[in-house]
C-alpha cells in the first residue's frame, strides 16, 4: 500500500486546514489508519487513529475537540480536518496504516507511511 498525504501549507492561528491520506495499492478501509506529526527537534508524536473495525476516531488530547479524522471510501483516501489550529500544531504530519482491527496510537505498529506534508501555524 502507498499512501500520499496533502493538504498541508501555511495558516494563520485560529484557522483550517484539511489534510488527505490517498491510497493505491489496496482498500484503506480495511486498515487502521493513524496520523502523526513531528516538529522540529521534538519526536513524532500520535494525533489520531481511525477504526477499519467501526470507523471509530480517537484523537491525542492535544488535538481532541479541534481535529477530525474520517474516511473517503469513494476516494480511498482518510480526511483529517483540523480547526482552530495553533502555532504548536505546526509540523510534518504523516499518515499511516496498519492493516489491523486493533486501535494504533504507536508509529512502531505502522507498516506503512506516507510521506508527509507540512502545516505552518503562524501569523
Known amino acids: 500500500v502507498q499512501l500520499v498525504e496533502s493538504g498541508g501549507g501555511l495558516v494563520q492561528p485560529g484557522g483550517s486546514l484539511r489534510l488527505s491520506c490517498a491510497a493505491s495499492?489496496?482498500?484503506?478501509?480495511?486498515?487502521?489508519v493513524g496520523w502523526f506529526r513531528q516538529a522540529p527537534g521534538k519526536e513524532r508524536e500520535w494525533v489520531s487513529c481511525?477504526?477499519?473495525?467501526?470507523?471509530?476516531?480517537y484523537y491525542a488530547n492535544s488535538v481532541k475537540g479541534r481535529f477530525t479524522s474520517s474516511r473517503d471510501n469513494a476516494k480511498n483516501a482518510v480526511n483529517l480536518q483540523m480547526n482552530s489550529l495553533k502555532p504548536e500544531d505546526s509540523a510534518v504530519y504523516y499518515c499511516?496504516?496498519?492493516?489491523?482491527?486493533?486501535?494504533?496510537?504507536?508509529?512502531?505498529?505502522?507498516?506503512?507511511w506516507g510521506q508527509g506534508t507540512l502545516v505552518t501555524v503562524s501569523s
Open positions: 481511525i477504526s477499519s473495525l467501526n470507523g471509530r476516531t
Open positions: 495499492g489496496g482498500a484503506l478501509d480495511y486498515f487502521a
Open positions: 499511516a496504516a496498519d492493516q489491523t482491527i486493533a486501535i494504533r496510537t504507536t508509529a512502531l505498529y505502522y507498516n506503512y
